[in-house]
């Protein structure tokens, strides 16, 4: 069963004049601790803006049924031939109770990076 869809687009020169006024508070504020640890990435423009996107599409796939924050999500790109993932990993261990799988797209084209994210309702038996 599908628990909620969510969808977003960002334009990445938003991006770019966020970065200059707030170079460390931007990143610090939306990214996990995981993606975090990719300091290299941090001033990239794309890469902030592929997490925004993508956050803000599973905030509106999840919620009202869990109110997460940005940290809680942790996106990992195309690498080594695998699928692009999104991980919830709430605050409260509560919160993952009827979260199931976590579908998530990607697309860039120019300025633009467009998310799409399909949260599914947990199994649960009887």
């Known amino acids: 069963m599908v628990l909620g869809i969510g969808v977003d687009v960002v334009h ?5 004049a966020l970065l200059k006024r707030y170079p460390q508070r931007l990143a610090s504020r939306i990214l996990s601790p995981h993606e975090a640890t990719e ?3 941090l001033a ?3 890469f902030i803006a592929v997490r925004w996107a993508v ?4 905030f509106k796939a ?4 869990r109110k997460p924050t940005w940290k809680e999500f942790t996106y990992h790109g195309l690498k080594n031939g695998r699928k692009p993932a999104l991980v919830y990993h709430p605050l409260r261990a509560d919160d993952s109770l009827n979260i199931g799988k976590i ?7 120019g ?3 467009f998310a ?3 949260v599914q309702a947990a199994h649960t038996t009887r």
């Not at 990445?12 to 770019?16: S, T």
């Not at 999840?62 to 049924?65: G, Q």
């Not at 579908?103 to 084209?109: E, G, K, N, R, T």
Request: aromatic letters at 6%; a negative charge.
């Open 12 to 16: 990445i020169p938003r991006i770019v």
């Open 39 to 41: 300091s290299h990435l």
């Open 44 to 46: 990239d423009p794309t």
């Open 55 to 58: 956050k803000e599409a599973a």
């Open 62 to 65: 999840i919620y009202p049924h």
């Open 103 to 109: 579908h998530v797209s990607v697309s860039h084209d």
């Open 111 to 113: 300025d633009y990076v």
């Open 116 to 118: 799409s994210v399909l």
